[in-house]
């Protein structure tokens, strides 16, 4: 939730589907190695070999998982041999194209293929692998049918032409300038693009009014913020707006580690992990509550509500779906929610870890908002309140004058976005000492490869949520972020980040909402 103002919670549970290894798709990364759970390092590769008769993989090949550099796991939940389809179509391609070009809107174009596809069922199904073309619309696919069913299993979309007007997700609100963005899908995040027809429904969400049916068709509608937001056009630009947003987001925090083995929202998981069937519902413009937001986040394979509420402070009234931090807030709620506890339960429900609930929301608003290295105040929710001091009782700071709040400030507070606020602003001036010392990266929204600070802090606070207890407390998080730059960077920025957390009193003696500012020795 955003507002400070409701106790309502929606912060619901999240469980495990078990340590899963992770199989990237080949066609993106044929090695790759990461820590997930609980200190687990995944390693996942793609040997170039063929299963049965020279037949390829199209996805998943295989996948180790090393503890303490010993093999502890075989990913023999993805290429389960025993599982494997007979080699030879027991349906001859001939027979399911007329199928296919019906459900595809177009044309054979005489290319096609025998391939493996690994399902998210563990299975491994032999298809025909044949494409679509239809040059009125410029619709262009691959389609993989079970070649001993005739089910159409698969749809890779070539052509990504796609444009979205929209609020950037690095800018807060709509004066700052919508944009027509060309193609911003990442594609080692979402492989099939965002989009499965031409509305605002596809694999990672589904942005709609009242009921999921009703969705907008096509992605160019220019909000007008002198009409109310229920017109048609605010209304469809709205859509497309939560729409955008919630994919960026999930591509960005893919990059990041927020995949399908980590229990992330997605209908397919092309058979990487996780729990499938739980892409984002987007409820834009809910007409259940007013001058708020809410995401209800269930356990992986449960997709996730979120719903946005128009604010009454201004005539004509502003929509929270085009003022970006309102949603990334939102959305992060499914990622503290799903990651902490390796998804093995109810982990942010005590006052103090649902306040870092919020926090982390807050933070990640901040985060995805940073377009250069000079660290400036940030406020929430200032324009859909028209005022610039926004929701929150203090900017977020570096300066202990503009924001004076410390980890002792928790001891006064039981109310979850006012803990968040302390949360939030910690992160922060982590953020900021991680920017002085190694830069900023212009490039952090589609490359976590960087060395700069914005990378190293997002890397940070993902792992940190997988290392973290259930139901952390600040110094158990603080923990594991000292913990999750020990296992990525070697340590690394270990005096940096307790300088940075000792600044405002979450040092090595901080306990009970007691302050400290000591760090280690050495340090
Ligand atoms: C998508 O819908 C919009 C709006 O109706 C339309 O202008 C556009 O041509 C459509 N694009 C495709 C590829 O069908
Ligand atoms: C991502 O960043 C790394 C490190 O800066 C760089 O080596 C790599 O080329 C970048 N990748 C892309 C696709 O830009
Ligand atoms: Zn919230």
Avoid at 394 to 422: D, F, M
Avoid at 439 to 460: K, P, Q
Avoid at 468 to 487: E, G, K, S
Wanted: charged share 15%; glycine share 8%.
């Amino acid at each position: 939730m955003l507002s400070f103002t409701k106790l309502l919670s929606f912060v619901l549970l999240a469980v495990s589907a078990g340590a899963t290894p992770l199989a990237p798709n080949a066609k993106h990364a044929t090695h790759r190695k990461r820590v997930i759970g609980r200190g687990l390092e995944v390693e996942t590769y793609h040997p170039s070999v063929s299963y049965q008769d020279g037949i390829d993989f199209v996805n998943a090949v295989a996948n180790v998982a090393f503890k303490d550099n010993k093999v502890v796991a075989l990913g023999s939940s993805l290429v389960d041999a025993s599982n494997i389809a007979d080699s030879t179509p027991s349906i001859a391609v001939e027979d399911v194209i007329a199928d296919v070009e019906e459900k595809l809107d177009g044309k054979f174009n005489g290319y096609k293929s025998v391939s493996y596809l690994a399902r998210d069922d563990g299975s491994i199904a032999l298809t025909h692998a044949i494409q679509i073309q239809n040059e009125d619309v410029n619709s262009w696919y691959e389609a993989f049918v079970d070649a001993h069913t005739g089910e159409l299993i698969n749809v890779i979309d070539f052509v990504n032409d796609l444009s979205y007007r929209v609020l950037p997700i690095w800018k807060q609100q709509p004066s700052e300038g919508i944009e027509l963005l060309v193609n911003p899908e990442i594609t080692a995040a979402s492989p099939n693009g965002w989009v499965t027809s031409n509305t605002t429904a596809g694999n990672n969400v589904v942005a709609y009014k009242s009921s999921q049916s009703a969705v907008t068709t096509g992605f160019d509608y220019t909000y007008s913020t002198s009409a109310a937001p229920s017109t048609t056009n605010n209304l469809n630009a709205a859509r497309v707006n939560s729409f955008y947003i919630i994919n960026a987001y999930h591509d960005i925090l893919y990059l990041y580690g927020f995949t399908e083995a980590a229990y992330n929202f997605q209908t397919n998981n092309f058979g990487k992990g996780g729990a499938a069937n739980d892409r984002v519902l987007m409820s834009v413009q809910d007409s259940s509550g007013t001058n708020n937001a809410n995401f209800a986040t269930p356990p992986d394979g449960q997709s996730g509500t979120c719903r946005m509420y128009i604010w009454t402070y201004t005539s004509p009234n502003r929509d929270g779906d085009l003022e970006n931090d309102i949603p990334v807030h939102e959305v992060t709620h499914g990622l503290t929610n799903r990651v902490t506890g390796g998804g093995t339960g109810r982990c942010l429900q005590t006052t103090e870890a649902g306040g870092m609930g919020e926090g982390w929301s807050d933070a990640l608003a901040f985060w995805t908002e940073q377009t250069t290295g000079t660290v400036k105040d940030f406020t929430m929710g200032s324009w859909v309140v028209n005022d610039a001091a926004g929701i929150r009782s203090y900017p977020y700071s570096t300066s202990a004058s503009t924001n004076p709040l410390r980890y002792s400030t928790i001891a006064s507070l039981n109310e979850v976005h006012a803990i968040g606020e302390v949360w939030a602003n910690l992160l922060i001036n982590v953020y900021a000492a991680l920017i002085a010392e190694h830069g900023f990266s212009t490039t952090a929204r589609t490359n976590a490869s960087g060395s700069e600070g914005n990378v190293v802090w997002l890397r940070l606070l993902v792992d940190a949520l997988a290392l973290q207890p259930c139901n952390p407390t600040l110094p158990t998080a603080r923990d594991a972020w000292i913990q999750a730059d020990q296992n990525r960077y070697a340590g690394a920025n270990k005096c940096l980040l307790w300088k940075a957390f000792a600044s405002r009193g979450l040092g090595v003696g901080a306990a009970n909402h007691v302050d400290s500012t000591a760090v280690p020795s050495g340090c």
